[in-house]
C-alpha cells in the first residue's frame, strides 16, 4: 500500500548529526517551472518551512508562458525567502548553505531562482549548491518519515509529471541509470491536451481526474500503446489522438457531460494500465530493487497510486509516494537533495560543495551528477 509514515520531516531513526557535514539549516529554492517555492529544511531533513506560490498568469493561454513565469518569479523571490525566514523564525545568518534548482527547466526561471540563491550564499558566505530538478525528485523518496525504517538503495523510480515520464534506477546519490522513457509526450503533458478537448481548465490533471470520478469508461474503449512491448519506453500520443477521434462526432457542438466523464475516466484508466504495465517491466529489468517510488505531479493521481500499488504489491515490494504537496514542484526536495549530496561528498572525503560557478541550464541529464564525486576532478 502507499506507505503510512511518521510526520514529514522527522528524523530517521538511523541518523545522527555525526553523520552528516551539514551543522546549520537549508534553505532552498525551485523556480524551473511555474511555481515559485521556498523551503528551509534542518539538518536532520526536518521541515522547518516551505511556502510556495503558483503562478495564475498562465491559465488564459492553457500552459506555462516562459516570459511570464521567469518574471513573476522575480517579482516574488525575494520577498517569499524573506517570508520563509520568518516563517522558520530564522536570520538569514542561521543558515548554512543556500541551494536552487539549477536545471533542468525553463531557462528564464532557473538563471532568477539561482541568481538569488548565489547572490544570498555570497552575501552570507555560505556554500551554494546546484541541484538537479529530476535528481530532487528522485531522492525524495528519502525524506525522513516518509518510508518507515527508510528508502535504502537500488530502488526505481517512476518520474511523471508534466514534462517528463521516465523509469530511473536509483542507484546511490548521484548514481542513475535511465531504463526507459516517453517516446513523444509526457504523460502530464497528455492529461492537459486531453483535458483541452473536454473543454476543462488547465492544468488538466486534477480536472480530469475530478471529472473521471463521475463516468463509464465502458463505452469508450481507448488503445494502451506499446502495451507488452519489450522494455519500458512510453507513448502517450496515440492515446491523445484516440480521444480525439471520439470527439470528432460532437464537432464544436457541446459536449454532454456524461459522454465527457466517460472518455475522461477511459482515459485516465489508460494510462494507468500504460504506466502499470511500463513499470511491470521496469522492475524485470532491476531485480534488485527495493521498493518501488513515484514522484512527479502526476504521481498525485489516485487512480494510477492505486495502480502501482497494486503491482508493488503483486511483487513483493513496498510503494511510495510523496505526500501530495511534495508530489508537484516544492523547495523541499531541493533542499533534501543538496544535503544528501553534501553527505555524500563528506563521506568521500571531498572537498564541500562550491557551486557558484555553475551555470543554470535548460538540459541537465542525470548520467553527469556522478561527476560531483568524481576524486580526481575535486
Known amino acids: 500500500m502507499i506507505m503510512s509514515s511518521p510526520p514529514l520531516g522527522a528524523p530517521a531513526p538511523a541518523e545522527s548529526a555525526a553523520q552528516t557535514p551539514v551543522l546549520a ?50 517579482a516574488a523571490l525575494p520577498g517569499q525567502v524573506r517570508r520563509t525566514l520568518d516563517a522558520a523564525g530564522l536570520p538569514a545568518e542561521a543558515l548554512g548553505a543556500v541551494a536552487a534548482s539549477t536545471g533542468p527547466g525553463l531557462i528564464g526561471g532557473l538563471i532568477v531562482g539561482a541568481g538569488v540563491g548565489k547572490g544570498l550564499a555570497v552575501a552570507l558566505g555560505r556554500p551554494f549548491v546546484a541541484v538537479n530538478h529530476i535528481e530532487a525528485h ?4 528519502r525524506l525522513p518519515g516518509l518510508v518507515p525504517g527508510g528508502a535504502p538503495f537500488p530502488y526505481l523510480l517512476l518520474l511523471v509529471s508534466g514534462g517528463h515520464c521516465q523509469c530511473i534506477a536509483v542507484e546511490g546519490v548521484g548514481r542513475y541509470r535511465k531504463l526507459g522513457g516517453t517516446i513523444d509526450d509526457a504523460a502530464g503533458e497528455a492529461f492537459d491536451k486531453v483535458a483541452k478537448m473536454l473543454g476543462l481548465g488547465w492544468p488538466g490533471g486534477p480536472a480530469v481526474e475530478a471529472l473521471a470520478r463521475e463516468g463509464d469508461p465502458a463505452p469508450w474503449p481507448l488503445p494502451r500503446p506499446l502495451h507488452g512491448r519489450p522494455g519500458c519506453d512510453f507513448s502517450f500520443s496515440g492515446l491523445k489522438t ?24 477511459s482515459f485516465q484508466n489508460a494510462v494507468a494500465d500504460i504506466v502499470a504495465d511500463r513499470v511491470a517491466h521496469a522492475l524485470d529489468m532491476m531485480p534488485d530493487a527495493t521498493l518501488l517510488v513515484a514522484a512527479g505531479g502526476v504521481a498525485a493521481n489516485g487512480a494510477l497510486r492505486a495502480r502501482l500499488d497494486a503491482l508493488a504489491r503483486a511483487r513483493g515490494l513496498p510503494f511510495a509516494a510523496p ?56
Open 242 to 265: 484516440a480521444v480525439a477521434q471520439k470527439l470528432a462526432p460532437y464537432d464544436n457542438g457541446a459536449l454532454p457531460r456524461p459522454v465527457a466523464a466517460g472518455i475522461a475516466a
Open 323 to 378: 505526500p501530495l504537496r511534495l508530489c508537484t514542484d516544492n523547495a523541499v526536495m531541493v533542499g533534501w537533495a543538496a544535503i544528501e549530496t553534501m553527505r555524500a561528498r563528506h563521506a568521500l572525503g571531498l572537498p564541500p560543495v562550491d557551486d557558484l560557478a555553475l551555470l543554470p541550464r535548460p538540459r541537465w541529464p542525470l548520467d553527469q551528477m556522478a561527476a560531483r564525486f568524481d576524486a580526481s576532478a575535486a
Open 138 to 141: 528522485a531522492l525524495t523518496a
Open 25 to 74: 539549516p537549508v534553505l532552498a529554492i525551485e523556480s524551473s517551472c511555474d511555481d515559485t517555492a521556498c523551503a528551509i529544511l534542518a539538518p536532520d531533513g526536518t521541515i522547518l518551512a516551505e511556502t510556495v506560490l503558483s503562478q495564475s498568469g498562465h491559465i488564459p493561454f492553457g500552459g506555462v508562458v516562459p516570459e511570464i513565469a521567469a518574471r513573476a518569479h522575480l
